[in-house]
């Protein structure tokens, strides 16, 4: 994938605001630098896009852009309005699109119910990048906590289920790639979860 020099500039920017944002927080279950999960995931996103296994609806760049700061919001703490004037109105689009947003007197069931519909109407970037990240947080979903980690399986199916049930109502068939990251994620999460699930 060839990038202009702006293009190349928008990711270099997302990766060191996406650095001293997530500076001196750890992975739960690991001891890791948090930055290394928003790398990871757009590491994938690139990739994707380059070898043309995803074709973008926004520039490829804004995409790559959003998988650096999709934490940002949500584990950051920066404000949508910063990511906007910094990064543009697509990327904060993109971001917000897959931030959890607080919603006070909700417990975690409700707000991961709420997400799911969100993305039921979601871009299908911002279901490529959550895709991504969820890939990337179920393959080190061993180093969670048992409990935590069985609840985290459902979710994750939950959430696959989710963006299959939204393309099996339209013209188009789910993508290929969304396809193979949901069966990815199935197969990382399936021995964590109760035998009625999936």
Known sequence: ???????????????????????????????????????????????????????????????????????????????????????????????????????????????????CEKFRKASCDAQFIKLLDRLDNVITIEQLDPGFRRLYAIESIELVNAIQAVWSGRVAPLPEVFYDLCTTIRSAVSPYLPLAID
């Open 1 to 115: 994938m060839h990038l202009t020099r702006e293009q190349k500039d928008l990711i270099r920017w997302a990766h060191d605001s996406a650095k001293a944002v997530h500076a001196g927080a750890v992975r739960k279950g690991a001891n890791l630098p948090f930055v290394a999960h928003p790398r990871r995931v757009a590491g994938s996103a690139h990739s994707y896009i380059a070898y043309q296994q995803y074709v973008p609806e926004n520039d490829p760049a804004v995409v790559v852009a959003a998988a650096l700061l999709h934490d940002s919001i949500e584990d950051g703490h920066i404000h949508p309005n910063a990511v906007e004037i910094v990064f543009g109105k697509e990327v904060c689009r993109l971001v917000c699109a897959l931030t959890s947003f607080p919603e006070p007197g909700l417990n975690r069931r409700s707000r991961k119910f709420r997400m």
